[in-house]
């Protein structure tokens, strides 16, 4: 593991909590060499996506020209929540370095085990209630895609 790295997204996330932003940073590694960085900007966006880890994978997506990040490792001043652990997995980076942990984070007052509760309920019985409607019209996009013979998969 590169340490220095790991220090990078530290830093990004203390300088980000001294801008008046969120205590999180994360950089994107492929073949040595950082090829983008994030901070977490929700506040200063008004995006409550904005994590750290989800801006700097966006960053790489557009440095590299592809929304797969293979041959990547993402360094993270804390461990991922589940969006951005979702963002990480679609992403496809091979490889996850944090520092703080999930409890770290918690004790800070950003506590995501609401949200690992959540997943783990059947849709029907989740705080914000879900219903599925129009399950046939619904399929008509996957049909669509499914028969669109220049599809990039992903």
Sequence with gaps: ??????????????????????????????????????????????????HAEIVAIRAA?????????????IFASCEPCPMCLGAILWARLDHIVYAATKEDAAAAGFDDSTFYTELAKPAAD???PMQ??????????MVAWRQFSAKVPY
């Design 1 to 50: 593991m590169d340490e220095e790295y790991l220090r990078r997204a530290i830093a990004l996330a203390i300088e980000n909590v001294n801008a008046g932003g969120g205590p999180f940073g994360a950089v994107v590694v492929r073949a040595g060499s950082i090829i983008a960085e994030g901070a977490n900007r929700v506040t200063a966006l008004h995006d409550p996506t904005a």
């Design 61 to 73: 997506g557009q440095a590299l020209q592809t929304h797969d990040l293979s041959g990547c490792t």
């Design 126 to 128: 989740r705080q914000t």
């Design 132 to 141: 599925q409607a129009l399950a046939g019209e619904g399929l008509q996009p």
